[in-house]
């Protein structure tokens, strides 16, 4: 069970999910902006950080409270952004109140069925789950965003997921209910990250301002349903458990990490795209894999190797792929209106008229 909910705590830092970068490959081709590597790199770090710390909070503190823990990471998030606001660190930007409410509601309804797709299926199964992510994010940019993904691409992301799979997915148990928790995970995860990104977009505001916004109503719904979500998965009580020096501790030094984690997650998908976030994600899960069995000797073999060198191979291509076509645009935009071909970048969220798309981005009088 302990092993379970790390894998939980490390979808959700990672995902969400819950689990949506490019890869180290990318973070050293010039192809990218500075900014783009800063928040590769900090996702990367932070996320590794809190795999270890709440592997030790879970396995040798035995605090299993995966969902009730992860709203506390919420609300140490907003709490933090609200002091560096009241700071100037940054300028808050009001955003229409139901778009927002229904956002923080997904993503944190999406953290939720993460949890209990894992504590219903088995963990590969629930490896599978993860997998599954990243070509749904692309069939929903494809039909709603019209993204048009080059037959590179796809190839990549194959081989990236033939790796990821081969490294990390062991056995398939079955059974309805958690296929259909599953199921909706998938949906509500990939429909979160493609929210984050089109809302950053399309009423312009970045990543510290949506997360700032949103972090308050995610951490009500995990705060409001995390205590049943645990207890149905650990048969314990949160407000039962016995809360030592050590286990404080850990838990505050857990949320500080998720503090970095959460501002990372949206930066990345806000600068580069939900599935290279997912990219950004699998790799993650490789070096867990192998500094799970440098540091901790968890049991690793011939097959995990395998699977995790066919993953960096196609975290390779993916890095490749996208920065050529990344110049090949830059290319394109610098050329005359005339000279560049037209195609439909109808947004997700696109509205019939002008006034409609104003009055439900708030964008107008800058709510």
């Known amino acids: 069970m302990h092993v379970r909910l790390a894998l939980t705590f490390f979808m959700y830092n990672v995902a969400s999910e819950e689990q949506r970068s490019n890869s180290w490959l990318v973070m050293m081709s010039a192809g ?21 710390c709440n592997k030790a909070l879970i396995s040798t503190l035995g605090f299993p409270f995966a969902t009730t823990l992860t709203s506390w990471h919420l609300m140490m998030t907003f ?58 994010t692309v069939l929903l940019e494809t039909i709603f965003l019209k993204k048009r993904f080059s037959e590179s691409i796809k190839l990549s992301l194959l081989v ?20 259909v ?20 977009k399309r009423l312009k505001v970045s990543s510290t301002q949506l997360l700032y916004q949103s972090a308050p109503y995610q951490a009500a719904i995990l705060f409001a349903t995390g205590p049943f979500v645990d207890q149905l998965l650990t048969n314990r009580s949160v407000f039962a458990h016995k809360y030592s020096a050590p286990v404080l501790g850990f838990i505050i030094l857990s949320c500080l990490i998720a503090v970095s984690v959460n501002f990372s997650t949206f930066l990345v998908i806000g600068t580069t795209s939900p599935v290279t976030y997912q990219v950004l994600g699998h790799l993650k ?32 291509l993916y890095s490749y792929f996208s920065v050529k076509e990344s110049k090949k645009k830059s290319t394109n935009d610098s050329l005359p209106v005339s000279q560049i071909p037209e195609k439909e970048t109808e947004p997700l969220l696109a509205t019939k008229d002008n006034s409609d798309t104003k009055k439900a981005n708030g964008v107008s009088h800058d709510c």
């Open 32 to 52: 990218f902006p500075l900014g783009v590597i800063g928040s590769l790199a900090l996702s990367v770090a932070s996320s590794v950080a809190i795999v270890i």
């Open 181 to 200: 928790l599953s199921g909706l995970a998938i949906a509500t995860t990939c429909v979160g990250q493609i929210l984050t990104n089109t809302i950053q």
């Open 285 to 316: 899960t490789c070096l867990v894999l192998s500094f799970g069995y440098i540091l901790l000797r968890d049991p690793f073999n011939a097959r995990n190797i395998l699977g995790i060198l066919i993953a960096i191979f196609g975290m390779g």
């Open 79 to 136: 709490c933090t952004l609200h002091v560096a606001q009241r700071m100037h660190f940054f300028e808050p930007k009001a955003i229409d109140g139901q778009t927002v409410i229904l956002f923080g509601i997904l993503n944190g309804t999406s953290i939720g069925l993460l949890n209990l797709s894992l504590g219903f299926n088995s963990i590969g199964f629930y490896q599978m789950t993860k997998l599954a992510i990243i070509p749904f």
């Open 160 to 179: 990236l997921l033939l790796g990821v799979g081969i490294a990390s997915v062991t056995d398939l148990k079955l059974n309805l209910l958690g296929s």
